[in-house]
């Protein structure tokens, strides 16, 4: 069975850090993509960030800059480290996988606020 657990949301001051941490398991054929996805009240579903298998990243432009995406393939693990927050970035937090046979998996989210 496939799990992806999410951890390291919460809340923070704007101009405050976090890492968002989601560790996979179950995906008997391997991870290629990793990536992460926000979605705020009232609106969809964005893409924020991806690492390839070669470790290639692209990031949307709201959060490049302040956001860096890494991954440790031993622990099966990826990682969204967000710096410089601010109230704009309140959303849950889901983190996307992508096994070698092109099948996604999604977690369960994480909460995000920024706030004063």
């Known amino acids: 069975q496939v799990q992806l657990v999410e951890s390291g949301g919460g809340l923070v001051e704007p101009g405050g850090s976090l890492r968002l941490s989601c560790a996979a398991s179950g995906i008997a054929s391997g991870i290629s993509a990793m990536a992460w996805y926000r979605q705020a009240p009232g609106k969809q579903r964005e893409f924020v960030a991806r690492?390839?298998?070669?470790?290639?990243?692209a990031y949307a432009d709201s959060v490049k800059g302040r956001f860096t995406i890494s991954r440790d393939n031993a622990k099966k693990t990826v990682y969204l480290q967000m710096n410089s927050l601010n109230p704009e970035d309140t959303a849950v937090y889901y983190c996307?996988?992508?096994?070698?046979?092109?099948?996604?998996?999604w977690g369960q989210g994480t909460q995000v606020t920024v706030s004063s």
């Open positions: 690492i390839t298998i070669i470790n290639n990243t």
């Open positions: 996307n996988v992508v096994d070698l046979g092109g099948t996604a998996y």
